[in-house]
C-alpha cells in the first residue's frame, strides 16, 4: 500500500512538472509568437510610412516640374507607355549647344556630341524609357511657321537618336510648341536666342 501510494505522489509529482514545464513553454512559444507578429506590423507600418514618404516626394516634383514636362508626363501616362509613371531627366538643348541655322532643322555637330553627352550614358544603362521630343522657337515669323519649325527640330532629334542609338520609334514621341512657351524675352536678341531650344524629356 506504501509502494502504491509512493508511485501515485510520484506520477503527480511527475505530471505537475511536465505539466509546469508544458505550459511554460507554451507561454513562451506564445510570446515569440507574439513578438514576431509585432515585428511584421512594425515592418509593414514602416513601408506604409516609407510609401507615403515616396508618394508625396513624387507628387512634389510632379509640381515642380515645368508645364510642358508635366503635360508630356500626363500624355505618356495616358498613353500607357510608362512603366513607373515618373520623369527622370528633363533636358533643354538650348541654341548655345544645338546651334540651328536661322530657320533650318538639321543638326549640327555641336549640335549631336551635346545630345551623345547627355543621352549616351542613359541609354547605356538599359534602362526601359520613352522620349518625348518638345520643338520651341521664338516669336520671330508667324505662329504657325513657328509650329513647324519646332516640329521640324524635335524631329530632328528623333531621327538622330533612332540611327545612333536605335532606340525605336516607338518609344520616341515629338511635339512641337512653336513660340507659346517662351523661358525669355523675345524682345532681345539674347532672349530669342534662349527661346530657340530644344527640350528632350526621359521618362520611366
Known amino acids: 500500500m506504501k ?17 509546469c514545464a508544458s505550459k511554460k513553454y507554451v507561454q513562451e512559444q506564445i510570446q515569440t509568437e507574439s513578438a514576431a507578429i509585432h515585428t511584421r506590423i512594425d515592418s509593414v507600418e514602416g513601408q506604409i510610412e516609407e510609401n507615403q514618404i515616396k508618394l508625396k516626394e513624387h507628387e512634389k516634383q510632379i509640381m515642380e516640374l515645368s508645364s510642358t514636362a508635366q503635360e508630356a508626363l500626363k500624355r505618356a501616362t495616358e498613353a500607357g507607355k510608362l512603366a513607373k509613371g515618373k520623369l527622370l531627366y528633363e533636358i533643354v538643348l538650348s541654341e548655345d549647344k544645338v546651334r540651328f541655322g536661322f530657320g533650318e532643322a538639321e543638326l549640327s555637330e555641336e549640335a549631336k556630341a551635346a545630345i551623345d553627352e547627355i543621352i549616351g550614358p542613359i541609354v547605356a544603362q538599359n534602362r526601359n524609357v520613352y522620349f518625348e521630343i ?8 508667324s505662329e504657325e ?4 519649325l519646332g516640329l ?6 528623333r531621327r538622330y537618336l533612332n540611327l545612333r542609338y536605335r532606340i525605336p520609334l516607338h518609344r ?15 524682345s532681345t536678341p539674347e532672349g530669342r536666342a534662349k527661346n530657340r531650344r530644344v527640350v528632350i524629356l526621359v521618362l520611366e
Not at 518638345?134 to 515669323?141: A, L, M, R, Y
Not at 511657321?145 to 513647324?148: D, I, P, Q
Open 172 to 186: 520616341i514621341s515629338v511635339i512641337s510648341y512653336g513660340e507659346t512657351v517662351p523661358i525669355a524675352d523675345n
Open 152 to 157: 521640324k527640330r524635335a524631329e530632328a532629334v
Open 134 to 141: 518638345q520643338g520651341h522657337t521664338d516669336s520671330t515669323g
Open 145 to 148: 511657321y513657328n509650329y513647324r
Open 3 to 19: 509502494e502504491v501510494s509512493k508511485f501515485v505522489v510520484l506520477s503527480i509529482v511527475f505530471y505537475s512538472v511536465v505539466g
